[in-house]
């Protein structure tokens, strides 16, 4: 059984890769590997009544992630239909490539430590895509975005889900954790902004509004961007007061954005109106299918215990701590870095390990930023990769080998400061 798995797996993984060959949406192949994987567990088998309770739970776990996307892009997309991104554009005074890049990777860093990697990736592109006409050049910012997304996430409790995990589940604490990652995560960016920019150079010609403000007030863009920001902002808030998944507070502040543009389009004739429905229409669906699909075939090596044994092994064979963390932060580029480090929190005991032993730091900094090696590594890349449609080999050649890069001097900093 566990052999056919990894077979399906590897093969629905390498058709993914190969999208642009093959001419096959991702999302088809995602669902369809998630789907043969979870059959051919049940099938081999004899208690499917247990089969089905865990793929219920899955179930549980992966529809709070797409909720939550869900919410998140119909958000970012109300906004950009009202050109609320003219708020921030307009401040954008530069027209050098460089120095657009060096702003965009600072504000998408501390942005992801506040919010988190995805929401910040889905605002970050598509601001990016308001700034850049020329594809070529936009997928590089977009690579460098998600890279300093995954970086911003990985030194505080909300930037990143494994990060969040660890914090959870008391292996780490806030202020440690801010402290012992800030400046490996940083290095981790700066050292990849620093390769970027060297590809990058000369002015672009920004993107004429014009075609989009005709029935737009200025007052309008504003109220829904500042509204769309505070409702992204408000979810780690209303999670840290409540403790209720995130997806609860990005349907809060989805809908009280959505009372509001009804509000604004109170008095305006049908074919003016910008609603939340129109916005529903225009998210990028196969994208949230793809991740459907991604996260029910992980989910199914999950429970068949193939990535618990997989680290089992990988912690008998190797020993070394610092060597296992990095081992786990580079595998979390192939497969979802959630159940990795659910398996290390559940091999290694907070007896052994404590609260803030440096191998539970090293975890989250690998976990949060190695996913970036790969467009399929991280659910930032995974969001940019739909959104952009981004080739996966486009990435392999151009970003993995700088991600790699930064992923190291940040682990190699954290060392030093031991």
Aim: aromatic share 10%; charged share 10%.
């Amino acid at each position: 059984m566990n052999t056919i798995i990894l077979i399906a797996f590897s093969i629905g993984y390498a058709l993914i890769a190969l999208e642009s060959k093959v001419k096959i949406n991702k999302a088809a192949i995602a669902l369809f590997t998630g789907g043969v994987i979870w059959t051919t567990y049940i099938l081999f088998q004899s208690d499917s009544e247990e089969i089905v309770h865990q793929l219920v739970e899955h179930i549980g776990s992966i529809s709070q992630i797409i909720f939550f996307l869900i919410g998140a892009m119909t958000i970012v997309e109300l906004i950009d239909s009202y050109s609320g991104f003219d708020v921030i554009t307009k401040l954008i005074k530069t027209n050098n490539k460089r120095i657009l890049l060096v702003i965009l990777s600072f504000i998408t860093f501390f942005f992801s430590a506040a919010l988190d990697n995805l929401t910040t990736t889905i605002v970050m592109v598509t601001l990016t895509r308001k700034l850049l006409n020329e594809k070529n050049e936009r997928l590089l910012f977009i690579g460098m975005i998600v890279i300093a997304a995954n970086s911003g996430g990985a030194w505080t409790p909300i930037g990143d889900v494994t990060t969040t995990m660890l914090w959870i589940g008391g292996q780490i604490t806030t202020f440690n954790i801010m402290h012992q990652l800030f400046l490996p995560s940083l290095i981790n960016m700066i050292v990849s902004l620093f390769l970027i920019s060297r590809m990058v150079k000369g002015d672009f010609k920004r993107i004429d509004p014009s075609n989009h403000e005709s029935n737009i007030l200025n007052s309008e863009k504003r109220i829904v961007f500042f509204i769309g920001i505070a409702a992204l902002i408000f979810v780690p808030i209303f999670k840290s007061i409540t403790h209720l998944p995130p997806f609860m507070g990005i349907l809060i502040g989805l809908s009280v954005l959505w009372i509001v543009t009804e509000l604004l389009n109170k008095n305006k004739a049908f074919e003016h109106k910008i609603t939340v429905t129109n916005a529903l229409r225009k998210i990028d669906t196969p994208s949230v299918l793809f991740f459907l699909g991604i996260l029910l075939a992980v989910a199914a090596l999950e429970s068949t215990g193939l990535l618990s044994s997989f680290a089992a092994a990988l912690s008998k064979s190797v020993g070394n701590l610092t060597t296992i963390a990095m081992s786990l932060g580079i595998l979390s580029s192939i497969i979802d870095n959630v159940p990795l480090v659910a398996a290390s929190m559940g091999m290694y005991d907070l007896q052994v390990f404590p609260t803030n032993h440096y191998f539970w730091e090293l975890i989250a900094y690998c976990a949060g930023t190695g996913g970036s090696i790969l467009i399929i590594g991280s659910a930032a890349g995974v969001a940019a990769m739909g959104i952009e449609k981004i080739d996966f080999f486009w990435y392999l050649k151009k970003i993995s080998w700088i991600a790699l890069v930064g992923y190291l001097a940040g682990a190699f900093l954290y060392t030093l400061l031991l």
